[in-house]
């Protein structure tokens, strides 16, 4: 397996797709992948193949998605804390497609209605678009580590670690919202103020520090 590092500098959003299908082999892998995640985190995510209906509608063609025909709804029982679950484990499958050769997008409102089935109490949170992106994309402008967190030269490596792969994870509008502190081995992560989709950044953010810093370095605060 790659550096999980390399995967999350290799991604970058990806909004037009090519007519090529996604071959059963990555299916399984996405598929396992999302059964696993939607047990750990207690969440619905739902994959469907081969459905261009979602991103057929007038919100997609404003936001400029073309040609998608697969995607992955992130749904869940109504929580205080669903929007962030479905950051931190939707990011998950996020970089496992990328590892796959899959490119991807977030979107928030740029889509029309999915095919997710939702139980009693459920609610879908965001839509991710999926399939092979006519380019890899291409970087964004980013904050530095100073303004995202209380980093400082003398920073343990591991926190280092975290907060640079924070700056690499996508944020609504590349708001990038955030800001880490690191205060007796506890990190407190905390989301910006005003702003789109701040609780589902949050959680996006955290799974990249986690996934570099390593888990067994610090607690969340």
């Not at 059964?35 to 995510?45: D, P, R, Y």
């Not at 979602?54 to 400029?64: E, N, P, Q």
């Not at 899959?102 to 409102?109: D, G, S, Y």
Request: net charge positive.
């Amino acid at each position: 397996m790659n550096d999980i590092r390399d995967v999350m500098k290799a991604r970058h959003s990806v909004r037009t797709f090519t007519d090529k299908t996604i071959p059963p082999e990555i299916r399984t892998q996405l598929d396992a992948a999302a059964a696993a995640l939607n047990k750990e985190g207690a969440l619905h995510m739902q994959i469907f193949y081969d459905e261009p209906d979602c991103y057929d509608s007038l919100m997609a063609h404003y936001g400029k998605i073309v040609n998608c025909r697969n995607y992955l709804v992130l749904a869940g029982k109504k929580a205080a804390d669903l929007e962030e679950r479905c950051g931190f484990y939707g990011e998950k499958i996020v970089l496992k497609a990328q590892e796959l050769g899959l490119n991807t997008c977030w979107t928030a409102l740029s889509h029309g209605k999915s095919k997710a089935v939702l139980g009693a109490g459920e609610k879908e949170v965001i839509v991710i678009a999926l399939g092979y992106g006519k380019t890899q994309g291409s970087p964004r402008k980013s904050k530095t580590a100073e303004q995202v967190s209380n980093i400082t030269a003398d920073s343990p490596e591991w926190f280092q670690r975290g907060v640079e792969a924070a700056l690499l994870a996508p944020t609504a509008v590349n708001q990038q919202k955030f800001f880490f502190t690191l205060s007796g081995g506890k990190v407190l992560a905390r989301p910006g103020r005003i702003g789109p989709c701040l609780k589902i950044d949050l959680g996006i953010v955290k799974c990249h520090f986690e996934l570099a810093a390593g888990k067994e370095n610090f607690e969340w605060a």
